[in-house]
């Protein structure tokens, strides 16, 4: 069974020229930082989600390599943490599957233990 994460940003008006650019350039340059080549990265949907004023939607599948999950995931909520920075007002919706991740003004999108190089470490051993 696989887990994903999902991110959506809804308001009632499009992006501006500045926001698209903005998130334009943000998801190249994490892109380009992605840890692992061959495994999923976030992917963003052409036309944001099913609600008309999703103005940003994407989501991606966790690798089934423990070793692989935390780092893939600090650097998604990374990714979505200044995409949300690039589209402030927007309603944001990040979610592993059925659970909410939290958003902290300061620290960005984050679940515990996701920076954990011990834990990382035991779950690479497995």
């Not at 650019?21 to 990265?41: C, G, K, L, M, W």
């Not at 999950?69 to 944001?92: G, K, N, Y």
């Amino acid at each position: 069974m696989s887990v994903s994460l999902y991110c959506t940003a809804s308001r009632a008006t499009p992006p501006t020229d500045a926001e698209a650019a903005a998130v334009a350039r943000t998801v190249t340059a994490r892109a380009s930082s992605f840890p692992y080549q061959d495994e999923e990265s976030l992917y963003l949907y052409d036309h944001g989600g099913s609600d008309a004023h999703d103005i940003l939607a994407g989501s991606v599948k966790m690798p089934f390599d423990p070793g692989r999950a935390l780092p893939v995931i600090a650097h998604v909520l990374d990714t979505v943490t200044e995409l949300r920075r690039c589209l402030p007002d927007a309603e944001w919706r990040v979610h592993m599957d059925d659970l909410d991740v939290p958003w902290d003004e300061h620290a960005g999108y984050a679940l515990p233990g996701m920076r954990d190089e011990d834990l990382a470490a035991q779950l690479g051993g497995l």
